[in-house]
Nanobody, 132 residues
Framework: QVRLVESGGGFVQAGQSLRLSCAAS????????VAWVRQAPGKAREYVAG????????VYADSVKGRFTISGDNAKNTVYLQMNNLIPEDTGIYYC?????????????????????????WGRGTQVTVSS
């Protein structure tokens, strides 16, 4: 199994940037589809961005498209989430998660939105707070 540890969260002003890291250990992250999921206070977890195990294909939630970028570094066995032009609505706990199934994919109606139960491994999360 894979162990995931997030870092890089913090408190920023609207318009600023953060880069989150997800360090994998135990297995290669490239053995899984990896995603970032966030949870705002009082809300359900939201799928933000996904990286296919091929290391190339990505999907994004409409709310972050054009502002966030997910990527992976095989040498460091780490997945990143670059977040630019942050807005207060981006506030929440950001979790790194991995699935043994193919969940990062497109459908004729747009990016597939996996159920949270489709993810097998989770990190503990890192807090991101964006003030206006």
């Amino acid at each position: 199994q894979v162990r995931l540890v997030e870092s890089g969260g913090g408190f920023v002003q609207a318009g600023q940037s953060l880069r989150l890291s997800c360090a994998a250990s135990g297995r290669r992250f490239s053995d899984y589809d990896v995603a970032w999921v966030r949870q705002a206070p009082g809300k359900a977890r939201e799928y933000v961005a996904g990286l296919h195990q091929n290391g190339i294909s990505t999907v994004y939630a409409d709310s972050v498209k054009g502002r966030f970028t997910i990527s992976g570094d095989n040498a460091k066995n780490t997945v990143y989430l670059q977040m630019n032009n942050l807005i207060p609505e981006d506030t929440g706990i950001y979790y790194c998660t991995a699935s043994m199934s193919v969940v990062v994919t497109e459908t004729p109606m747009g990016p597939y939105k996996p159920d949270m139960a489709e993810f097998d491994y989770w990190g503990r999360g890192t807090q991101v707070t964006v003030s206006s």
